[in-house]
């Protein structure tokens, strides 16, 4: 009698082949779309631009075109690239952090527009911490130290708080790597769902503030955040422009080994330094 295992097999049918290419498709077609949507590589039509600087657009999509606009000041096509800035400057008032923290960068692009500068001044005071130092570096290329309390607090932790009192429960360890969005803690609040904690900035978990499982208030400080390796970066280099000898404390903790910070930010510390002695101030 012959076994499963020796029964002739029967060749898949016309529909079974169909299936298994679009299988076989789909793999190929959804990373290209996710891809595609993520990218933000494709040159916009100026039709494009203006569509994708209104309102109503998706944030992504503006945040598209605004690199685009900064990619034409960086090219010397200031004339090509002017002609959107007034949409640019209503965008400081947009109400999500991703597009206002693009339009920072932006804005440091072109040291010549008094009006980018004004807007600087306002966005430094920005309530997302990303949006803060962003402009205070921006303001840095205007030659204007008064993001310089901003450049300081990104060279140290910065305290997370609940956003709802509950019982907290920790997603992260000490020292785990930290990223924009990342998912720090939910509190549970007595509901199904409970509120999810995730991180302004990027970083480092260093401390965590409360224990795991325990009841917390809204507004208290559950964890704080070391900041990460490009933060420190970018701060060191524009306090080399801007520091003043009453940072100098701060930034010599960064000239010494540390687990997060490889040499790159021990010499630009040290050239920092150098830099606001020479200054005196």
Do not use: C
């Not at 959804?30 to 657009?57: C, H, M, R």
């Not at 945040?63 to 685009?68: C, D, I, K, S, T």
């Amino acid at each position: 009698m012959g076994t499963e295992n020796n029964r002739p097999r029967i060749p898949p049918g016309p529909k079974a082949k169909l299936l298994v290419f679009g299988v076989a498709f789909l793999m190929v077609l959804v990373p290209f779309l996710f891809w595609k949507g993520t990218w933000f590589g494709t040159v916009l039509s100026d039709q494009k631009i203006e569509e994708y600087l209104a309102s109503s657009a998706r944030p992504r999509d503006t945040q598209h075109a605004l690199l685009q606009i900064s990619e034409q000041i960086v090219r010397g096509q200031l004339e090509q690239a002017r002609r959107w800035y007034p949409s640019v400057l209503v965008l400081t008032n947009h109400p999500v952090p991703e597009v206002r923290n693009t339009v920072a960068w932006l804005m440091g692009q072109d040291v010549q527009q008094a009006e980018f500068h004004q807007a600087l001044a306002l966005l430094v005071k920005d309530a997302n911490p990303l949006v803060r130092r962003n402009a205070a570096l921006a303001l840095v290329r205007f030659a204007d130290a008064q993001g310089r309390p901003e450049l300081l607090d990104m060279l140290r932790p910065f305290s997370v708080a609940s956003p709802k009192a509950g019982v907290l429960k920790f997603r992260l360890k000490e020292d785990d790597p930290v990223d924009t969005g990342t998912l720090l803690a939910r509190v549970e609040i007595g509901t199904p769902e409970p509120v999810e904690v995730r991180s302004l900035l990027p970083g480092f978990v260093k401390q965590e503030l409360v224990e795991d499982g325990t009841a917390v208030k809204e507004g208290e400080n559950i964890l704080l955040l070391a900041p990460s390796d490009e933060q420190v970066w970018e701060a060191l280099r524009a306090l080399f422009l801007v520091g003043r000898t009453e940072d100098l404390e701060l930034i010599q903790s960064f000239t010494g080994r540390t687990p997060h910070f490889g040499e790159r930010i021990r010499q630009q510390a040290r050239l920092t330094i150098e830099a606001i002695r020479k200054r005196g101030v």
